[in-house]
């Protein structure tokens, strides 16, 4: 079983920065992919970023050149540096796990810190 904490969400201006981390209890397998959504209001959850075991990352292209995601294996942390907010960035953000498996792939969710951007 994998339970996921994020932390570091809040109220920013435009232009400003923040930087969400995740901490992970329980086994993370390096072959998980770990990551962060996003979910604003009225919104379905979309993707925001993801990270390998190795480093291989993903960005939503949204957000692609103003996010930087890391990952640390050995304390099953994954961050998210975001810079450069928009309004539109805001909602709820959700730390990731997806974990392959015989069917298909499982997802662990964390409960989510919410950003708000003021403009």
């Known amino acids: 079983q994998v339970q996921l904490v994020e932390s570091g969400g809040g109220l920013v201006q435009t232009g400003g920065s923040l930087r969400l981390s995740c901490a992970a209890s329980?086994?993370?397998?390096?072959?998980?992919?770990m990551g962060w959504y996003r979910q604003a209001p009225g919104k379905q959850r979309e993707l925001v970023a993801t990270v390998t075991s190795g480093g291989r990352t993903n960005y939503a292209d949204s957000v692609a050149g103003r996010c930087t995601i890391s990952r640390d294996n050995a304390k099953n942390t994954v961050h998210l540096q975001m810079t450069t907010l928009k309004p539109e960035d805001t909602g709820v953000y959700y730390c990731?796990?997806?974990?392959?498996?015989?069917?298909?792939?499982?997802?662990?969710w964390g409960q989510g810190t919410q950003v708000t951007v003021s403009s």
């Open positions: 990731n796990v997806r974990r392959g498996n015989r069917y298909g792939w499982y997802d662990y």
């Open positions: 329980g086994s993370i397998f390096s072959t998980d992919s």
